[in-house]
Nanobody, 119 residues
Framework: QVQLVESGGGLVQAGGSLRLSCAAS????????MGWYRQAPGKQRELVAT???????NYADSVKGRFTISRDNAKNTVYLQMNSLKPEDTAVYYCDAKLLIGTGWVDYWGQGTQVTVSS
């Protein structure tokens, strides 16, 4: 079964750091873009950061300079290092990946991990 499994969320004080991980597993023949999105209560899901299979990255303006996305292609894993966290970063964070499976390229989502930043 193909799936994305996230870990690393939790409760942290403002100014603190967290590192999220997302590992793809199952019968995967390739991985294209991987990324992180978040959804706060009452708000739409929004892009946080994306990383191409090469070295390309893209960030939301609200996290530039504080968050860093990286990936380990050998481990089919993408990371999100979050520093200088703010209460407004509180949300459920979802991993997204374009996976090549037997039927072609499919967009997969993780189950989400809660990040709560206290003031």
């Amino acid at each position: 079964q193909v799936q994305l499994v996230e870990s690393g969320g939790g409760l942290v004080q403002a100014g603190g750091s967290l590192r999220l991980s997302c590992a793809a597993s199952g019968s995967i023949f390739g991985i294209n873009d991987m990324g992180w999105y978040r959804q706060a209560p009452g708000k739409q899901r929004e892009l946080v950061a994306t990383a191409t299979r090469g070295s390309g990255t893209n960030y939301a303006d609200s996290v530039k300079g504080r968050f860093t996305i990286s990936r380990d292609n050998a481990k089919n894993t993408v990371y999100l290092q979050m520093n200088s966290l703010k209460p407004e970063d509180t949300a459920v964070y979802y991993c997204d990946a374009k996976l090549l499976i037997g039927t072609g390229w499919v967009d997969y989502w993780g189950q989400g991990t809660q990040v709560t930043v206290s003031s």
